[in-house]
């Protein structure tokens, strides 16, 4: 069983950073791509940031210019650096882990981020 396990969240003023990770349980290179969905209360969850193992990333509209998803192989470990902060960004955040020939993703039980205004 992958786990796949948050860290980093918390409570910050509007304006201000956090740096999320996500530590894996195995090699992350096993991952086709990784990423960080989240969800607000009352919304669906929502594709935030990806990283593919070639190195390609991709940002919703929405953080592009104030996230940044990275890794560090040494570490199995994901990060996503949230710059700028808005009260809109608050939910609940979830490291996502996509291998192949798997059926379904791996999931993390997810970190709460709440910006207060």
């Known amino acids: 069983q992958v786990q796949l396990v948050e860290s980093g969240g918390g409570l910050v003023q509007a304006g201000g950073s956090l740096r999320l990770s996500c530590a894996a349980s195995?090699?992350?290179?096993?991952?086709?791509?990784m990423g960080w969905y989240r969800q607000a209360p009352g919304k669906q969850r929502e594709m935030v940031a990806s990283?593919?193992?070639?190195?390609?990333?991709n940002y919703a509209d929405s953080v592009k210019g104030r996230f940044t998803i990275s890794s560090d192989t040494a570490k199995n470990t994901v990060y996503l650096q949230m710059n700028s902060l808005k009260p809109e960004d608050t939910a609940v955040y979830y490291c996502?882990?996509?291998?192949?020939?798997?059926?379904?993703?791996?999931w993390g039980q997810g970190t709460q981020v709440t910006v207060s205004s």
């Open positions: 195995l090699s992350i290179s096993r991952f086709n791509s």
């Open positions: 996502n882990g996509h291998r192949p020939y798997r059926l379904s993703d791996d």
């Open positions: 990283l593919t193992s070639g190195g390609s990333t």
